[in-house]
Structures are given as structure tokens and as C-alpha cells.
């Protein structure tokens, strides 16, 4: 099994930057996309942006959040970060940091490939 957690989260002014981090334990041999998803209320969670645990580390952004948000993972200390910059009111949500440990096409878009799911932080913008 792998063990997200996540930290970071919090309440920023539309403008301002927050950073999420995501340690993962556990069988982190296993991991071979890692994803940031969210969830406001009312609506389905989506992925906002992933990253392939090896290799180059391929890089996925929902259009919503493209040229405000990067992911980069440090796999030395297992963790995955979420910058976000520029935050705007409709970025408040529940972040959850998600792990793939199934080798499937590119598609980290999809939900249900994600098999362990992290407890989640509330981020919160104000305008």
C-alpha cells in the first residue's frame, strides 16, 4: 500500500500563492503517475494537474489552472508539491493528492485509475 499525506493548504487573497506538498510511504516502488486533484462543493472532483513518479517526470494541467500552477516532485524525499500562484476564488477546494500504481497510457485525467487517495487540505481564497 502507499500513504499520501498532504500539507499547505489554507486561506490566501485572490493574488496570492500557496504551496501543497504530498509525502508518500509505504510501497512508493509501485508509483508510476502521482496526481493533485480538488473538489468544491457541489461538484466532481477534478484533476488539476500530475506528474510521472520516473523518468522525465511528464506533466499534466487542467486548462483552468495552466501558467498558474506547477508540479514538480522531489523523489528523493517521496514528495510531490502543487505551486500555486495567482490564485483566483474559484480555486477554493478540497486538494487531494492521488498515486497510480498501474502502468496505463498517459491519462492521468482519468479518476479511477488513482488507487490511494490522500485525506485531503482545504484551501480557501478570498477576493
Known amino acids: 500500500q502507499v500513504q499520501p499525506v498532504e500539507s499547505g493548504g489554507g486561506l490566501v487573497q485572490a493574488g496570492g500563492s500557496l504551496r501543497l506538498s504530498c509525502v508518500v510511504s509505504?510501497?512508493?516502488?509501485?508509483?508510476?503517475?502521482m496526481g493533485w486533484f480538488r473538489q468544491a462543493p457541489g461538484k466532481e472532483r477534478e484533476c488539476v494537474a500530475a506528474?510521472?513518479?520516473?523518468?522525465?517526470?511528464?506533466?499534466y494541467y487542467a486548462d483552468s489552472v495552466k501558467d498558474r500552477f506547477t508540479i514538480s516532485r522531489d523523489n528523493a524525499k517521496n514528495t510531490m508539491y502543487l505551486q500555486m500562484d495567482s490564485l483566483k476564488p474559484e480555486d477554493t477546494a478540497v486538494y487531494y493528492c492521488?498515486?497510480?500504481?498501474?502502468?496505463?497510457?498517459?491519462?492521468?485525467?482519468?479518476?479511477?485509475?488513482?488507487?490511494?487517495w490522500g485525506q485531503g487540505t482545504q484551501v480557501t481564497v478570498s477576493s
Open positions: 506528474i510521472s513518479w520516473s523518468g522525465g517526470g511528464t506533466s
Open positions: 492521488a498515486t497510480q500504481s498501474e502502468l496505463r497510457p498517459w491519462g492521468p485525467w482519468n479518476r479511477s485509475w488513482y488507487d490511494y
Open positions: 509505504g510501497r512508493t516502488f509501485s508509483i508510476y503517475v
